[in-house]
């Protein structure tokens, strides 16, 4: 498609991934701006929650996400995965939906380690008990 990923998406996300100021955060949304480049739309502070996120997603247009989700694992144990989220709304307009569908792989070769994506298409992928959860102990 033709689109980049900016240089502050990259770094950000280095130091993200280490916990580092000021990217000690809980997510990020992304947007494609121009249909050129995929850039930082919004950041949510350590404090903020899963459902803060789902919040920030807008209901009629596609966004990618970036999120590290603390959760237990079966056996008790409390661990954080960082998941790749592509939010591709069956309400959102086509050209947007192609636009995002196609540049996702440009976004995830610069988020080097994240080893969880998820897709959803409407709220109830995006349903932190029934769908995130689920995928999330898999890799536990």
Not at 76 to 102: C, E, Q
Not at 113 to 137: C, M, Q, R, W, Y
């Amino acid at each position: 498609t033709g689109v980049e990923v900016s240089d502050e998406v990259t770094t950000s996300f280095n130091k993200f991934k280490l916990g580092q100021k000021p990217y000690n955060l809980r997510y990020f949304i992304y947007q494609i701006k121009n249909k050129k480049e995929v850039v930082i739309e919004k950041q949510g502070e350590r404090s903020k929650t899963y459902d803060d996120f789902v919040e920030d997603l807008p209901e009629n247009d596609c966004r990618y996400g970036l999120i590290d989700i603390e959760f237990e694992t079966d056996d008790g144990r409390p661990t954080s995965k960082i998941v790749f989220i592509s939010w591709n709304p069956d309400t959102a307009s086509v050209r947007p939906k192609m636009l995002y569908s196609g540049s996702k792989e440009a976004l995830k070769s610069v988020l080097v380690g994240v080893g969880i994506h998820i897709n959803a298409t409407d709220h109830s992928e995006l349903d932190f008990e029934e769908a995130i959860l689920p995928v999330l102990k898999k890799f536990t």
